[in-house]
């Protein structure tokens, strides 16, 4: 008996979460993997952060260099805070299309679609 095998689109639910003020979450791109579950990302805002990967998303969600994330700053001095989602490819052209991601900064990033 074959098993089923379900799409990427397929096993996303809901829609994709976008940045928001209120909630101080800004776009960013994966520039290294640390280790200890920790990445270094540089965001919209021209900082690079050390971002933590929480365990909800540790073992679930892979993530590479050149990826897009949704980032939460703690707000402290040290430049630190954790991931909130991952987009997929097709979410970052949306997010390009939208206008909430510039493409010059994919491609000063080094980022390739």
Do not use: H
Request: charged share 35%; glycine share 10%; with cysteine.
């Amino acid at each position: 008996m074959a098993r089923k095998r379900r799409g990427r689109e397929q096993s996303r639910k809901g829609e994709m979460p976008l940045p928001s003020d209120e909630e101080g979450t800004m776009l960013c791109v994966i520039q290294r993997l640390l280790g200890a579950g920790f990445l270094e990302v540089v965001c919209t805002d021209g900082n690079t952060y050390k971002a933590w990967i929480p365990g909800k998303m540790r073992r679930r969600v892979w993530m590479r260099e050149g990826d897009v994330i949704l980032f939460l700053p703690w707000g402290t001095r040290d430049m630190k805070g954790e991931v909130v989602y991952r987009y997929a490819r097709d979410e970052v052209r949306k997010l390009i299309e939208s206008g909430l991601l510039p493409e010059e900064f994919l491609e000063e990033v080094g980022e390739e679609l």
